[in-house]
């Protein structure tokens, strides 16, 4: 049995134990640490992308064994393309963080621990192939974040930790009801009750009445994690306190794990649920597209405008997600990667001019091109992305969504469109208010352009940026088969 999977999963949590026996007064050596400690787990898996068969749709680098075999509970892991290019993005993401907390010197210690834990939880969460097993990251993943944000976050931090923590709590209790009730009500012969995935999907057969309420159960928790409209309130209060890196891991890889939830999970397990949620579904998508699109516009804030925007952004995954078609859906996951990316590099170019400045407030701004050039070119580069400018990666997905969309429902398809252009507007309107025209702050005069690391932690994203839109079929054909998979599993 191969233990790649586990090495990923867990190589994080043995470096949190390396950053708390380093001494607390050698801040240098904590950070160094950190960063070697996510730069070895980004190394260990890398090799995933060329060793994985893209044309087979079955779980690759598949690890079992027994955990507690009087309640069914195994520890199984497993990949296919669904989770390959997210838990990539995961890893990527690990040292580019630890770059963007130059600015944290606050019980630093307990700060990058509290991040590697992070990151066991989340790799964890798109591994894990026991029900059980998936519970458990889905909830530790929750404390570490929780501290990121109640402990280095912003002046209104507590309000926001308990916001983010009670919602997710509400979500994952409902999913856990349907856990067990799946494990109760699920007889697999020769094996009995069980949590695994993949034997209760070979084996179960639950009656319409049953999809429904489980369906609802689980759907409800992933759309809290996305967040999906209505449910999306904790997630601004959440992005504005937390510290820039905290709300580049939130964007880049905790919204998706709702996204993740619905498409392994809620989606395949119980289809009848998905034929009759799916109207709602789709027109929360659009609304929370466009809603998204016009709160964006009247922020004030720069942090609070792009956190916004993650509402719009998602509300296109979701949209490709339930449109039930190959192109709808291989948009969606391209687009889940894009907008950890693009979304990412926001935050992080926002926490630039914050570090410096400390106000993101728009209207403090204003021709700062003028002493912060580079700092401007990367930030119209991303910004361009972000509205899905051809030629750079938010173009491929929402483009696939669309299309796809529009043989599912032509109606939601246009509408959504919509959100194309608002985000045009709220983008480009910010890029010049804070960006051209004369320098009306003296404040700004004194600015400085990017430092190395700040150009070590955005490089990498640029480069991504520009590949995925430039030849995305580098990542589309890693997950062609398990959508073909997919599709026939959710579609009747």
């Known amino acids: 049995m191969s233990l790649w999977l586990s090495a990923i999963v867990f190589i994080p949590l043995l470096g949190s134990l390396l950053v708390l026996a380093t001494p607390r007064s050698r801040q240098a050596l904590v950070r160094g640490v950190a960063f070697t400690v996510m730069g070895i787990d980004f190394l260990v898996s890398l090799p995933l992308f060329w060793a994985f068969n893209s044309e087979s749709a079955a779980f690759q680098f598949v690890e079992k064994a027994s955990w507690i075999p009087s309640l069914g509970i195994s520890y199984h892991m497993g990949l296919d393309g669904i989770s390959l290019l997210l838990v990539l993005l995961t890893t990527f993401l690990g040292p580019i963080v630890v770059l963007g907390s130059s600015a944290v010197t606050k019980h630093l210690k307990a700060y990058f621990v509290s991040m590697l834990l992070l990151q066991t939880g989340m790799l964890g969460t798109f591994v894990a192939l026991d029900l059980f097993l998936f519970y458990v990251f889905w909830e530790v993943m929750l404390i570490p974040m929780y501290f990121l944000i109640g402990i280095w976050g912003g002046d209104r931090r507590i309000y926001a930790a308990l916001k983010f923590f009670i919602y997710t709590m509400v979500g994952s209790l409902l999913m856990l009801v349907g856990i067990l009730w799946i494990y109760f009500n699920v007889n697999v012969p020769g094996v009995g009750h069980t949590f695994d995935y993949t034997l209760i999907m070979q ?120 449109a039930l078609n190959e192109q709808a859906v291989s948009g969606a996951l391209i687009q889940m990667i894009n907008h950890g990316l693009s979304t990412g590099a926001l935050f992080l170019l926002v926490g630039v001019v914050y570090d410096r400045r400390h106000t993101r407030m728009i209207a403090e701004y204003g021709g700062i091109a003028k002493v912060m050039p580079w700092y401007a070119v990367i930030f119209t580069i991303v910004t361009l992305s972000s509205i899905g400018m051809p030629g750079l990666n938010g173009f491929v997905g929402e483009f696939l969504i669309l299309v796809g969309a529009y043989k599912a429902s032509p109606v939601a398809a246009v509408i959504g469109a919509t959100g194309v252009i608002l985000a045009a507007i709220y983008m480009l309107w910010m890029l010049r208010r804070v960006f051209f025209g004369p320098i009306t702050n003296k404040a700004n005069e004194s600015l400085t352009d990017l430092k190395p690391v700040e150009w070590a932690s955005l490089l990498p994203l640029l480069v991504f940026i520009v590949w995925i839109g430039v030849h995305p079929n580098t990542f589309l054909s890693k997950f062609s088969a398990s959508i073909e998979t997919f599709l026939t599993q959710v579609v009747r």
Do not use: C, E, N
């Open 203 to 322: 084996h179960a057969s639950f009656p319409v009445s049953a999809q429904l309420w489980l369906f609802a159960a689980f759907a409800l928790a992933f759309a809290i994690k996305v967040p999906m409209f209505p449910f999306h309130t904790w997630l601004p209060d959440a992005h504005v306190q937390a510290p820039t890196a905290g709300s580049v891991i939130l964007a880049g890889v905790l919204l998706k794990m709702g996204t993740y939830g619905y498409i392994r999970f809620a989606m395949p397990m119980f289809p009848d649920g998905v034929d009759y949620f799916k109207p709602l579904l789709l027109t929360l998508a659009v609304i929370g597209i466009v809603y998204g699109a016009l709160v964006s516009i009247v922020q004030p804030d720069m942090k609070k405008l792009v956190a916004y925007s993650s509402v719009s952004h998602l509300g296109f995954v979701m949209l490709g997600l339930f």
